[in-house]
């Protein structure tokens, strides 16, 4: 047997003993193999973490030891009453409640325009439930609409207010859009300058009994009362036991905080016990109220002119109603 042949023989040995192995270690397309497939496989082992993950949630949070929410809306307890602006569609009617003229200037697309002023009769009362159902109505909104609600700032109580009232009514799908007009066009989402109209329909409402407060509730001592008026106000008269909270605590520049943030301005309050809130301003207790609501409180909206009518139907003449026994205690304040 010459040298040669041993050879050969050797090398041909050595072929059929290696070629198991290439094949185990390949990733082949067409024949060639694709080295970072490979690599992929190893490296990728566990499923791939993506962006807006659990998994890449907990990365971020690992060095606080706490995860972060995802959006604003996940820091409040009832996010889900807001609607994320990338989410409203064509079946949801838009309604722009700013009691300014912005709506002229621009809005957003498709949007039809009812001021929260709409709502009040000449005196600035609230108008009947029917009353306001013929306002929705006459344009052309209907208890079965997906309504989403936004004003030119979350901070004005606008669309907090126009939330209540259409809550009270028993509206069945209704948010607040998550951001104002201004967040709307920086996200480059469509607007428009002409006006949108829908004809008329019957709006059928169904009241709920839970959103605005009577006069023998509010007196029956079982509810929690804050008073938002501005405090110079609750110090001529106030409502006996109520709290004093300035509406200013639950604004950071022009939106409502976030749900840490309304944790501690609201710490004093028993979660367990429900909630009053009054002033002689719509907006502006609707904007508590609304935070309220937010942060998972049952909370109800009453007006400073229903208890001194009721108070003054009783009292001595020449007093001021309902200034004894009432707590100097203003929340948001430490």
């Not at 030891?65 to 009832?78: C, I, Q, T, V, Y």
């Not at 605005?212 to 007196?219: F, G, K, L, S, T």
Request: proline residues 5%.
């Amino acid at each position: 047997m010459t040298e040669s042949y041993i050879l050969e023989t050797l090398i041909i040995l050595s072929l059929i003993a290696l070629s198991p192995l290439a094949d185990a270690g390949c990733s082949c397309s067409g024949g060639t193999w694709d080295p970072s497939s490979f690599l992929n496989s190893e490296l990728g082992s566990s499923q791939p973490v993506q962006i807006g993950s659990t998994q890449n949630s907990d990365v971020a949070a690992s060095g606080s030891g706490s995860k972060k929410p995802l959006n604003r809306a996940d820091s409040f307890p009832n996010g889900e009453l807001l609607k994320p602006m990338k989410s409203v569609s064509s079946s949801d009617v838009v309604i722009d409640v700013s009691n300014t003229d912005s709506y002229a200037a621009s809005h957003i697309k498709n949007a039809i325009w009812i001021p929260t002023r709409n709502f009040l009769d000449g005196e600035g009362n609230l108008k009947t439930a029917q009353e306001l159902a013929t306002v929705l109505g006459d344009t052309g909104v209907s208890r079965d609409n997906s309504i989403v609600l936004y004003a030119g700032k979350e901070s004005s109580g606008e669309a907090e207010f126009a939330f209540l009232v259409l809550h009270y009514l028993g509206q069945k799908d209704l948010l607040l859009l998550d951001g104002s007009l201004a967040d709307w066009k920086a996200a480059g989402l469509p607007e428009e300058v002409s006006e949108s109209k829908k004809p008329g329909v019957e709006y059928k409402p169904e009241v709920r009994t839970d959103v605005i407060a009577e006069y023998e509730y509010v007196n029956s001592g079982q509810a929690q009362i804050i008073d938002v008026r501005p405090f110079v106000e609750f110090g001529k008269g106030r409502i006996p036991g109520s709290i004093a909270l300035d509406p200013a605590n639950v604004i950071k520049g022009d939106k409502i905080k976030t749900g840490a943030d309304l944790s501690t301005v609201f710490s004093r309050l028993d979660k367990e016990k429900p909630i009053v809130v009054y002033s002689d301003d719509y907006s502006r207790s609707a904007l508590v109220w609304y935070a309220l609501q937010l942060m998972g409180y049952d909370a109800r909206l009453y007006t400073w002119e229903d208890w001194k009518a009721h108070e003054n139907a009783d009292a001595p003449t020449g007093t001021t109603p309902a200034a004894a026994g009432s707590k100097y205690t203003k929340l948001g304040t430490t």
